[in-house]
């Protein structure tokens, strides 16, 4: 009787999801490193990002991108906040490891703002970056840490900045 519940825990322990289950919320953000384009004429600066989304599928995400950083202007006084939010879809591999490498296509507005004159821009998003579990609890709730490394590239201008995020996303919800 004892081997038997055993074997029973054992299989639904090995049977259990890693990763961000399908139809879990995630909400998450943690400190973006920001490097825009030569021409904006910019240092380089750490930010934020905070991200909300859902798993949609074993294979994709949809999730919308908020984020921050304030950059020294070049050899001057002043800096420039460079902001915005994209629409993002991600496509996961390996959902079910506790390591989820991730390939993101977003698209949204970037405000680099000027102290006289708001500058938006339309930009379009490309990333790769993994998820890894740090914590399960509750009814398969997630604690992970997320790492991502990528590009902005403005539609209507020649900018192409570039980013690295590090921080903390809570996966919840779903069907436990």
């Not at 991200?51 to 074993?58: H, I, P, R, V, Y």
């Amino acid at each position: 009787m004892k081997l038997a519940v055993a074997a029973a825990l054992l299989g639904s322990a090995v049977a259990a999801q890693a990763g961000t289950d399908v139809g879990q919320w995630t909400l998450g953000g943690g400190a973006l490193w920001h490097s825009p384009d030569a021409d904006r004429r910019l240092e380089d600066a750490v930010g934020f990002y905070a991200d909300f989304g859902k798993a949609l599928s074993e294979k994709w995400d949809l999730g919308v991108n908020l984020f921050q950083s304030n950059n020294d202007i070049w050899h001057a006084a002043g800096d420039h906040e460079i902001k915005g939010a994209t629409l993002d879809a991600t496509r996961v591999f390996s959902r079910d490891q506790k390591f989820s490498p991730f390939f993101t296509l977003g698209a949204g507005v970037v405000d680099a703002f000027k102290a006289t004159d708001p500058d938006k821009e339309v930009a379009v998003k490309v990333a790769l970056g993994a998820l890894s579990d740090l914590a399960t609890y509750g009814n398969g709730n997630k604690l992970q840490a997320k790492f991502q490394f990528g590009l902005r590239k403005s539609l209507d201008r020649p900018y192409s900045d570039l980013f690295a995020g590090l921080g903390l996303q809570l996966a919840f919800g779903g069907t436990p």
